[in-house]
């Protein structure tokens, strides 16, 4: 058979036949085969233009599996050759998280989502991030796709610990400075390839707004916080108009004040000042992070749309608020259960973890019985002392429950995250501790009863995905309202005082997993892990959602 055609994809390799299915004639598929057919003495290869002289005659038996394997990575090289041609016919997205773990991993489902709906996706980490991820998931691990291309910029810091996460207020002081004109130059290069349509970036990323705007490109403000946290950064000014903040003195963090309750605040009933992000806990009216905070969520009404890893039955209420600031508000999560609707085992190879995953961990959890581990992970970006450390060991070690413990290597700062001998001895029958693990994949699987976690908003939507109760100890930012939101609007969880102590852990843990209130979290939890999986399905809100951010925003030209 004599092929003319460019493009063409192997589509089944058996011992007997290597079939190709050539493609884009005319941007039309067509159905052409041709094959490598077997006969008694030798291998006719009848296909001629793409291929070298050397491929067009007859195989010999002594050298036709070394003719046919160069034979496949010619085709395989091509039809890399061709997928990029093929590539260019499709609507180029870019999409840029703010460079900490917790806001990569939800812009990277938001991507692959992209991508099955047939978006060219170029991805861009910092610099540091870049180099980072290359060392957890190996050389190769950011050669992506023909059309999901990963790039970088820079962050405008200095070289600092390869596998500590950067300082966070050093970050908000020297992104929006130093990357909108390499951000610039990158959409610039990528325009001369394949044009961009859209841009979309972390909600605390709107520097790129200038450059959508220089452009001329729709960007999409992409929240990785829960509803409630974003609109409670959206009040931080009228905080400042009323008096409330800056505080005093330090002495208010303690002394009661921030039991004060707000009645003006819309869709957040009976918030209190402590459920408020934690920034606001601040004398000086010049803090970096309280003002960075501030002025990113007043970007929300510049953005062509925003988008919220949540779905409408659980934050409906504070929701609304956010639409009034931005009518074109969706929310399409929860984006890992979304990912479910993704069938492309190439774009599952993609990774975004900046640590390397032990997933000896679910080894370990198939010995255990339904419903019996705890499971603790505080997140990407926690820290504590090394006696907050130990007072949660003894806490886990004294309710004789079985865990399994992640403790990031940076997580006690310059200290090494290490328990003492007798811990180990105590606890090495029901224990697992490791450095990083795959936690959608763990609080999925069915030994897990209960999670011990910061309250990031990404563990958080994971925890009520799985149908997982949660003992909160919030660390920082809107940490503290998902903490809040956990405990009393959707009734799934506990709060652990900040000045931890061995005894209230032990409480806490023994009363979530035996205890009657714990069985009120499980059953709560049970309730939204359906609500959520009726919002990702086919004709669920997120689902419906998604689809018309696609086609009424991301494809539409400014």
């Known amino acids: 058979m004599f092929i003319s055609l460019l493009c063409f994809n192997i589509i089944n390799n058996s011992c007997d036949l290597t079939y190709l299915t050539w493609l884009l004639l005319n941007n039309k598929y067509v159905n052409s085969k041709i094959k490598i057919c077997k006969t008694n003495a030798s291998f006719t290869i009848p296909f001629c233009s793409l291929l070298s002289n050397k491929y067009r005659q007859p195989l010999f038996p002594s050298t036709q599996l070394n003719n046919i394997t160069l034979a496949t990575r010619e085709l395989e090289h091509t039809k890399r050759q061709m997928d990029t ?9 870019i999409c840029i998280p703010y460079p900490a773990q917790g806001h990569i991993n939800p812009m990277m489902k938001l991507a692959k989502l992209l991508h099955f709906k047939g978006f060219h996706i170029s991805f861009v980490n910092t610099h540091y991030n870049h180099k980072r991820l290359l060392r957890s998931r190996g050389p ?95 009040h931080y000014r009228e905080l400042v108009g009323k008096e409330y903040i800056p505080l ?20 957040m009933k009976n918030i209190k000042l402590r459920d408020f992000p934690s920034f606001i806990r601040t004398t000086d009216i010049n803090d970096i992070m309280f003002n960075y905070l501030m002025t990113e969520a007043e970007t929300l009404p510049r953005g062509s749309a925003v988008v919220l890893n949540t779905f409408d039955a659980l934050e409906q209420d504070s929701v609304n608020p956010i639409c009034t600031m931005n009518p074109r508000t969706f929310t399409i999560g929860p984006l890992h259960l979304m990912q479910e609707h993704v069938h492309d085992e190439r774009l599952k190879q993609i990774g975004s973890n900046l640590w390397k995953e032990d997933v000896s961990c679910i080894n370990w959890l198939d ?46 700062g310059d200290n090494e995250a290490m328990m003492p001998p007798e811990f180990v001895d105590e606890t090495k029958e029901r224990a697992m501790m490791t450095s990083w693990c795959p936690q959608e994949q763990v609080l999925k699987h069915p030994a897990i009863g209960g999670f011990l976690t910061h309250s990031g908003w990404n563990s958080t939507i994971e925890s009520i995905s799985s149908g997982v109760p949660v003992i909160c100890w919030p660390f920082f930012a809107e940490q503290q309202t998902n903490c809040r939101y956990s405990c009393v609007e959707w009734g799934i969880g506990m ?15 023994r009363e ?29 809100s997120s689902y419906l959602n998604f689809d018309k951010l696609v086609s009424e925003v991301l494809l539409i030209r400014k």
């Not at 009120?520 to 009726?534: D, N, V």
């Open 512 to 540: 979530m997993m035996d205890g009657k209130k714990g069985k009120m979290m499980k059953s709560k939890a049970s309730e939204w892990k359906t609500k959520a999986e009726e919002a990702v399905a086919i004709g669920g």
């Open 140 to 234: 190769s691990s950011l050669d992506g796709l023909s059309d999901f291309c990963f790039h970088s910029i820079p962050d405008g810091l200095p070289p600092s610990d390869a596998e500590a996460t950067q300082s966070i207020p050093d970050l908000c002081e020297s992104v929006p400075k130093h990357s909108l004109e390499p951000f610039c130059e990158l959409i610039n290069k990528l325009n001369c390839v394949l044009p961009v349509c859209c841009i979309i970036s972390d909600g605390c990323m709107s520097f790129t707004l200038e450059a959508a705007n220089r452009f001329g490109l729709p960007e999409v403000l992409f929240w990785t916080t829960s509803a409630c946290g974003l609109l409670a950064y959206t």
């Open 248 to 267: 005093k003195d330090m002495s208010y963090v303690t002394n009661g004040y921030l039991e004060t309750t707000l009645d003006w605040v819309p869709g």
């Open 495 to 509: 709060e652990i005082d900040t000045d931890v102590k061995r005894e209230e852990v032990e409480a806490q843990v």
């Open 85 to 93: 041609i093929a590539a260019m016919e499709k609507p180029h997205a």
């Open 367 to 412: 010995t255990k019985d339904p419903g019996s581990v705890v499971f603790v992970n505080f997140g990407s970006i926690t820290v504590m002392s090394k006696e907050q450390l130990t007072e949660f060991g003894w806490g886990l070690a004294n309710s004789k429950k079985d865990f399994l413990w992640v403790t990031r290597p940076d997580i006690v």
